[in-house]
């Protein structure tokens, strides 16, 4: 089965390739953004985009939340509609077709529902959904999310940093990777009764990368509790690596020392690495990531866009990855 591979086609002639001065100066505006004082204002409208573009109720229920002050929080592209966000998934614990997640989810349930926090912390706990939902001010942020696939979206995102919850349980010396665990259950998951990967989807950080304010703990996007095809009632989101990364619909976060073995690396270990940054210099071996189709823009004309180093958001990880050797650390 030919799974994680993008049927995006790229019909660009040479002279469309976006010349590298206009593709370093949108990074430089983005530096500018995520740390001055201009950031305010265009991410005030960034979100205003967002909101502009939100569609009429739609039955979900309201997560109201305040705006991110955290740097690289809102970027600046065209914010993907709903209708996109919520019919073009990933979820293979639903089945591996992209319309699959949207028509299987429903019979997932997301109440009630508990998040295991254990391993290597002073304070281990089970939280339940509706008190992890309080733990800290929702905040909404404007991301890219890169899939490893070659395709792209931009998702006004609602959660918290990560960080907050990692606080609370005061990790200990030893903890030096963080666990993510989906729930595995057939009953709720038909795509479970398929061997694409060994279930439960398990995805992992090292701690300073779960720490990075960026890792954002979801509950909402679009400013409503998360469909369920998107990784209800909460997921992972780690906008500078690829999708994979961002596990969804979590019961278990688990601290350890050893670095864990994730689900696609334990399928894939030449194609899926276990850092995954986003990196238009690393090709998948498959296929190139140099450069990416923005959902919603496909079409004849539509022209795939440069994959940024980290997604866009080298100024704010970059330095997590100093002196490593990230064709090594793929
Ligand atoms: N549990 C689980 N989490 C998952 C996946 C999955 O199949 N199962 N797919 C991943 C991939 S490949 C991507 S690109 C993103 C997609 O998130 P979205 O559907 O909200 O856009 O979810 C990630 N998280
Ligand atoms: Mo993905």
């Known amino acids: ?43 005030g409208w960034a979100q205003r985009d967002a909101r502009a573009q939100m569609p009429a109720p739609s039955g979900r229920s309201a997560l109201p939340a305040v705006r991110s002050s955290v740097p690289g929080a809102f970027v ?4 993907n509609s709903l209708a996109d966000i919520t019919s073009y998934n990933n979820f293979y614990e639903f089945g591996t077709d992209k319309s699959d997640p949207a028509r299987n989810a429903h019979t997932l349930k997301v109440r009630p529902w508990t998040v295991a926090v254990e391993g290597e912390v002073r304070k281990p706990r089970v939280y339940d959904i509706d008190e992890l939902l309080k733990l800290a001010p929702q905040e909404e942020r404007i991301y890219r999310l890169r899939c490893v696939e070659g395709w792209s979206m931009v998702v006004p995102w609602v959660g918290y940093s990560l960080a ?24 709720q998951m038909p795509g479970l009764r398929s061997s694409v990967l060994d279930w439960p989807y398990v995805e992992a950080l090292r701690i ?68 995954s940054n986003v ?7 498959r296929w190139s990531q140099a450069t990416e189709r923005r959902i919603g823009e496909d079409g004849l004309f539509a022209k795939r866009r440069p994959t940024l180093l980290f997604n866009g958001y080298e100024a704010q990880v970059g330095q997590l990855y100093a002196g490593l050797d990230l064709k090594k650390f793929y």
Not at 10 to 25: C, G, K, N
């Open 208 to 275: 300073d990368e779960a720490m990075q304010p960026l890792a954002l703990l979801t509950f909402g996007l679009y400013g409503e509790l998360l469909p369920n095809q998107n990784g209800a009632p909460v997921r992972i989101v780690v906008p500078w690596k690829y999708g994979f990364k961002s596990g969804k619909s979590i019961v278990k976060i688990r601290f350890v020392e050893k670095q864990p073995l994730t689900s696609w690396e334990r399928a894939a270990p030449r194609e899926y690495g276990f850092y």
């Open 76 to 79: 600046m592209d065209k914010v």
């Open 279 to 285: 990196n238009p210099a690393v090709d998948h071996p």
């Open 164 to 187: 907050e919850l990692i606080r609370r349980v005061e990790p200990t010396a030893n903890a030096k990777f963080v666990e993510f665990t989906t729930l595995a259950d057939a009953k």
């Open 1 to 43: 089965m030919h799974f994680h591979r993008d049927r995006g086609h790229d019909h660009r002639l040479p002279s469309e390739i976006t010349p590298r001065a206009v593709y370093a100066s949108r990074r430089e505006m983005l530096k500018l953004i995520a740390g001055g004082a201009a950031g305010a204002a265009l991410a």
